[in-house]
Structures are given as C-alpha cells and as structure tokens.
C-alpha cells in the first residue's frame, strides 16, 4: 500500500517504494517536499486539503476517506485516503501517516 509520513507543516518525511511504484516518482522527487507539491501540484486536491488540515489540529484519524482526482500520466484515480496521527515526543508536534488505498475498480 502507497504510504507517505508528512510532518506538521505537511511536508514529506518518506515515501515508501509503493507510493513511488504507484505515481510514479522517486524518493528524491517526493521528500522533503509539501504533499501539495508533489508532482508539479498534482497532488492540491480540495479534498486533500479538507482531510489534512484538520488531522493535526484536532488530533484526529481518519479512515476510508474518498478522494477522486485525474492524475496527469497515471489517469483518474478513485481512491480511500487513511491518515493517522503519530504523536511526537513528550507531547510535542507529530507526524501524519497518510495511506492510500486505490479503489478505482472495485465499483
């Protein structure tokens, strides 16, 4: 299963091989970057935005989030976002685990 782990400002901490299998990219590609960067701004989804921004702050997890988009290259993608907050050391900021399940034929 893609995974990515973003850290609270939503930049890229590590991307695991399935994710860069799946969108086709590279570690170097995906790291160190904003998730919303991510292949030339492929990946600033509104739902994206809407399921992310509101993890940290409310120290949420969510699962089986729906996210349909037309990646340029890849095409269109149905797909279930799962993200789960890691919590950071003596209650400091944590990390997001952001997984992405693709549903598009499973209608």
């Not at 292949?39 to 949420?60: A, H, S, V, Y």
């Amino acid at each position: 299963m893609p995974l990515l782990v973003l850290d609270p400002d939503l930049n890229v901490i590590s991307a695991n091989a399935q994710f860069c299998r799946k969108f086709r990219t590279m570690r170097g590609e995906t790291e160190n970057k904003r998730v919303y960067d991510l292949g030339n701004g492929q990946w600033n989804i509104r739902r994206l935005r809407e399921l992310l921004e509101k993890i940290i702050p409310n120290n949420n997890s969510v699962d089986h989030f729906e996210v349909e988009h037309d990646f340029p290259g890849i095409g269109f993608l149905k797909m279930f976002l799962s993200a789960h907050l890691i919590p950071g050391e003596g209650g400091g900021p944590g990390m997001i685990l952001l997984s992405i399940e693709d549903i598009t034929d499973s209608s």
